[in-house]
């Protein structure tokens, strides 16, 4: 909707106070003037009513002049003290002192709010107010405040940058339960960081920032299973970085970011070329050694990776992430004690987070401590009922129990949460198997298989369904599959060969048969 400007309306809403007492200055001599040229004998008695008039006039200009100043003075303090308040906000949330950190955000957004109030014309302070609102997680509140401030420049590349930043926030956000919403939000983020670099070419955090919803775009494409479109996003992302490390060789964020990007596309030693060139350049940098640990890790190279993460720890000791990931290497090199202390050292420094509480629960599991880890699943879950991993995995720990009608209930909630999880769907499939219910079973085993088409024991398990309904043909097709998208699956290649010995075809059954006790079958004789 356009707020049309009516004739006469440009004048006075661009006319200055120094305008307007000019104007009215002209105007009264002239009035003063014309009563001289009417009644001239009454002149002296004129000129001192000028005198007086104008002296009016003087003052009320001083006052005038001096009320703004201090209206000028008064918004230049409230946002001053709303960036420091902000600033405060982002040391303390680095010291994962999050309350403290909340209100000082807090303090930051009632500053600017105090100085938009008092200039409710000017784009800075709505911009200002705008950052808080993101640094505080109110992404939509934020985006209002940008769009504002927008409203009054549309010609500030900060500002349109600042925007794209709000709306990935919100992307973020949304990615792990609504990804199509997210992309939608992303495609606005990348409008706003080209609106930015279309003001100033030069604009490299817009660069920047453009590569980091490139990336984000790649990783959804990436869960989807769309190895292509993640591919050609990550080159784009690599580019984007690419023209902001053109224009700033020597900031090490740059770098830092296309060796994740780099890592993301799968190119591992190429990402830690150009993370060893960010860590040159800010060597104390927590998050360059993450993503150095990180391309190690996706390698399986678990000790180089536990000593990137190691130094990163070293430089910033209240890490989440970094102790997070520590964990997670000890947990693959099956160090179950040593992963259990690293999570819970990020429960330490902040008992809300989900991702330790749910790890450590993660292990429990694996090591046959069932109860255990039901606790620490009902503990994340109570903290995020959103958190779909922590239902999941409480699923998997109720099914290894045999306690299917909870499982159901919590792979059903997870699935709510996000549909398009593969595992959540195989995994009710199998208990609705184990219930009778073959068809509703099949049922979650093609949704599976249609979320995730290179798992071969969605195909197995709907193999096995077609058993139950004695469909020997349809069963054999899903087993065959199986091992045409895994040859060395030894448990479709058991199921294959009974099916065919059913349906007499007996040497191919042998074959079958054969071929999985090669692999190391060992189940039913």
Known sequence: ????????????????????????????????????????????????????????????????????????????????????????????????????????????????????????????????????????????????????????????????????????????????????????????????????????????????????????QGDIFKKRGDLLYAQSKYDAAIRAYDKAIELDQNFAGFWYNKGIAIDARGYYDEAIEVLNKAIELDPKNTMIWLGKGNA?????RYDDALYAYNKAIEFDLQNLNAWNQKGNVLHAKLEHDEAIQAYKRVVEINPQDVVGITNIGDIFREINKSDEAIKYFDRAIKLNSRYVLAWKNKGLTLQSQNRYKEALDSFEKAIRLDPRDALSWSRRGLILNEQGKYNDAIKAFDKAIELDQKDSQHWNNKGVAFCNLEKYQEAFNCFNRANYIDPKNATAWYNKGKVLEILDRYKEARNALSKAKDLGFTGPQ
């Not at 190690?296 to 399986?300: A, C, G, I, R, V």
């Open 296 to 300: 190690f890790k996706n390698q399986n």
């Open 1 to 216: 909707m356009c707020d049309w400007i009516k004739w006469g309306e440009i004048e006075s809403a661009e006319m200055s106070h120094h305008d307007a007492f000019y104007i009215i200055i002209t105007v009264s001599i002239f009035m003063f003037l014309s009563l001289i040229i009417i009644d001239a004998q009454n002149a002296a008695s004129y000129f001192g009513l000028a005198i007086g008039l104008f002296g009016i006039l003087i003052a009320a200009h001083s006052i005038q002049s001096s009320t703004r100043q201090l209206i000028e003075m008064e918004v230049d303090y409230w946002n001053a003290r709303g960036i420091d308040h902000n600033n405060k906000g982002a040391e303390l949330r680095k010291k994962s002192e999050y309350d403290q950190a909340a209100w000082a955000y807090e303090d930051a957004i009632e500053a600017f709010d105090k100085a938009s109030k008092l200039d409710p014309l000017s784009a800075k302070n709505w911009s200002n107010r705008g950052n808080a609102l993101v640094d505080r997680g109110k992404y939509d509140e934020a985006i209002k405040a940008f769009i504002h401030a927008l409203e009054l420049d549309s010609l500030s590349a900060k500002t349109w940058n600042n925007y794209g930043r709000a709306l990935h926030a919100k992307g973020d956000a949304l990615r792990d339960h609504d990804d199509f919403k997210a992309m939608d939000i992303y495609a606005a983020a990348i409008n706003a960081f080209d609106r930015a670099i279309e003001q100033d070419f030069g604009a490299i955090r817009a660069w920047n920032n453009k590569g980091g919803i490139l990336k984000s």
